[in-house]
């Protein structure tokens, strides 16, 4: 839109001061309910945006924004694009702003060089938390104090902000039900980070889960022990990328007994483990079954397919770019659902009826 459309567009439309004179709040108020801030009451968003609906306010005519969407991985930008899966998830996002006319910028994760500046002081219109961001993460109160809504790909169940939701903890389920449905009853574990507080890799002793808070962990050690399986060994990675679940398997290697069954968090964890246990001479599914989470396509491992829980990171992106886009132009919010499938593949097999023999190279 040219200067003097927007101008023009002004006259004829009404202003944020008159749909904040018509919800009975303040113009600042008023600014910050359209924006999904979680600290202006639910009703008040509500009644705000169905007024400017109503009235046929658009903020983005209203006032010149700066066109950028922050992107934020606990992880880092560097990890995330060495995982298609999270490739695929940015792709979507980006592709859902371009129709308005917006662009990406990556921030830095905090506690490396750059982040506060971005995230205390860069024109941002939107910024998206990937992954491992808790509700009380510095980086998102930074954010919020500027009034830039925050969007949480995968949110605490009663976070206010707008995210994407799954059925992955269903299907989850249906992937814990095919492998007890061949034998097993017993599971090692190859997990995501547990906290956002520390970095760790090794093996874990977890008496119980609540002090596991990254919630795509905690939920599939959740649903893992509600499936009825028991929880074995533990491995903790740093991260979700294929030579973390080679070091997982090289630990599981010098355990004077292999597990049976091998759950790894995600497809490239599992990758990592079945490429080492391949290459100490221990053969998948025969000795060891090995499941992942994500449902990538891996050529590098045919002709074993994964067992694993699919799903499109695309859509996710795009879905979660939706409720971006909802915000950025008074609409109420109408959350994006995705549905998640388990893939049986052909990674699991019954449990093996004597430890297997590690070859050693």
Do not use: W
Not at 13 to 25: D, F, G, H, K, N
Not at 126 to 147: P, W
Not at 268 to 289: F, N
Request: charged content about 25%; overall charge negative.
């Amino acid at each position: 839109m040219s200067v003097n459309h927007r101008e023009d567009a002004r006259k004829e439309r009404p202003t944020l001061e008159v749909v904040a004179r018509r919800a009975y709040v303040a113009k600042s108020t008023a600014s910050r309910a359209l924006r999904g801030d979680p600290r202006i009451a639910a009703d008040t968003r509500k009644r705000v945006a169905e007024v400017a609906l109503e009235l046929g306010y658009d903020p983005l005519v209203e006032a010149p924004r700066s066109g950028i969407a922050g992107i934020v991985s606990a992880s880092g930008m560097d990890d995330s694009f060495a995982d298609p899966f999270q490739m695929d998830i940015v792709s979507g996002i980006a592709e859902g702003l371009s129709a308005l006319g917006m662009g990406v910028l990556f921030v830095p994760p905090a506690g490396t060089a750059g982040h506060d500046d971005v995230v205390s002081r860069i024109p941002l219109d939107v910024c998206f938390l990937l992954h491992g961001f808790s509700t009380y993460s510095s980086t998102r109160a930074s954010l919020q104090r500027r009034g830039v809504p925050v969007l949480v790909l995968e949110a605490e169940p009663d976070d206010p902000a707008p995210s994407v939701r799954t059925n992955e903890r269903q299907a989850f389920r249906d992937l814990m039900d095919i492998v007890i449905g061949v034998g097993h009853r017993r599971a090692a574990v190859v997990s995501l980070p547990l906290s956002h507080h520390r970095v760790n890799r090794g093996f874990v002793t977890l008496t119980d889960l609540g002090g596991v808070d990254v919630v795509p962990a905690r939920e599939r050690l959740e649903v893992m022990e509600e499936s009825g399986l028991e929880r074995a060994e533990v491995f903790e990675t740093t991260r979700s990328l294929e030579d973390e679940g080679e070091l997982a398997a090289a630990a599981f290697l010098a355990l004077p007994e292999l597990p049976t069954l091998i759950v790894c968090h995600s497809d490239l964890l599992a990758v990592g483990v079945v490429t080492a246990l391949t290459h100490a001479g221990v053969r998948i599914p025969e000795d060891v079954s090995v499941t992942g989470f994500d449902g990538l396509d891996i050529p590098l491992l045919a002709p074993l397919v994964l067992a694993s829980v699919t799903q499109d990171g695309y859509e996710k992106g795009r879905l979660l770019a939706d409720q971006a886009r909802r915000l950025l132009t008074g609409q109420p919010p109408a959350p994006g659902e995705l549905y998640l499938t388990a893939r049986a593949g052909n990674s699991v097999g019954p449990p093996r009826p004597k430890p297997a023999a590690v070859v050693t190279q």
